[in-house]
Every structure is written in structure tokens, then in C-alpha cells.
């Protein structure tokens, strides 16, 4: 009897080591502790820290996020956060983020542009290093208000946040004052690949992609925050 209580007992130890290495137990990251990646000379570490220490002081963040962080890297949550925030955050934040998204964005691969744009939730450690220098390339004040909203987004998700309802007849006045920028066949390929993101070839979803946060910058305020709930939520 003694030694079936031991083999069960090395069992459960292997399940929660098994669920620990791949990410699938709670249980496993609450006792992480997450810590800035970035040396404290970095013009990124304040910012960053400010997160870290938004991560560390909930339990609901810590417990789901921290290990993800740790294992995968400081953005591996970034299209998570990035589809709450567009879902569930107010106006002026959503923008601060869209508004240092138009300006990383450029500095990606045209197949690593285009996956941020495409719903996964697959680990990517290959876009999470693109990510991570791309901001590098943004000043301190965007990066500050992108990891703002990367930690209120992570909040709403582990909160169950409510989902903001897109005004249709506001999006449609929106897009009609984006699609003023672009004509003919340029407004049809856009339209194109933001309907189908999934199927769309990297070259299409990159420019179409690209074209909006630009052109996010350039809109008015209601306008702004509608296409980024819009594009960004892929709702």
C-alpha cells in the first residue's frame, strides 16, 4: 500500500512539472516573481518598471502572467492585451497606444508585421524579439503610454472587464473620413485585408495595417478612438 501512495504521489509531482514546463498551471507562476528585463541605464526601464511592479502587486496578474513573462518574454502578451485593451479601455488611453503602435510598427518584418494583425494565440518568440526592438526605436514618452496600456488591458482581461459596444453608424462615418485618404484601388485592397485578416498575404495585412495606425494619427478625436476599437479589436 505504501509504495502505491508513492507512485501516485511521483504522478501528481510529474502532472503539475509536465503543466509547470508548458504554461498550464496558475499554480506554477504565483510564486513567480516578475523582473524588469531592461538595465536601469535603459531609456525603457522606467516605463517598464512601472509595469513589472503593476504585474507583481495583483495576484491575478502575477498568478496569470508573470511565468508568461518570465518564460516567453516581457511582449509574449502584447496581441492579448492589445484586443482587451481595444475591447474594454477608455478613449484617450487606447490612442496613447495606437499612437506608439504607428510608430513601432514600421520597424518589423513585413511576416512579423502581419502576424500582429492576425488573431493567434500561439507563443511567438520570433515576433516577441522583432516587438521588443521595435520599441526600442520608439521614444520613451509613446513607449511609456504603450506599457500603461499593456498593463490597464492585461487588468481588464484578468478582471473580465466589460466590452465596450462599437457605434456602428460612428464607424462608418469614421472609415468613410479614413477612406478620403486612400482612393480606387488602394481603398479596396485596405478594405480587403482588414476584412480578412486571417487569409490575407503578409504584404496586404502589413500595408492595410500600416495604413490605419497612420491614418488613425491623422483622424479627429471620436474618429481615433472608434478606428482603434475597430482595427485593433478586429471587430
Known sequence: MKKLFYVAALLIVAIYAWKWVHGDTSLSLVQVEFKNPYPPSSPLYPATQEFVAGVNANDKLRSRFAGTFT??????????????????????????????????????????????????????PELNEQVSQAFGEISPTHYSKLMRFYLLALQAEVSNAPIKPLDQAALRSALNNLGSQY????????????????????????WAGKTLLHGITLMDGSDREILSRWGIAGK
Open 183 to 206: 482612393q480606387g484601388e488602394f481603398a479596396q485592397r485596405f478594405a480587403a485585408a482588414m476584412q480578412s485578416r486571417q487569409s490575407a498575404s503578409d504584404e496586404d495585412l502589413c
Open 71 to 124: 518564460k516567453r518574454g516581457l511582449y509574449s502578451e502584447m496581441r492579448t492585451a492589445l484586443k482587451r485593451g481595444a475591447q474594454s479601455l477608455d478613449g484617450p488611453v487606447l490612442v496613447g497606444a495606437t499612437t506608439a503602435m504607428a510608430r513601432a510598427v514600421p520597424h518589423l518584418s513585413t511576416p512579423m508585421c502581419a502576424r500582429m494583425f492576425r488573431d493567434s494565440d500561439l507563443p511567438d
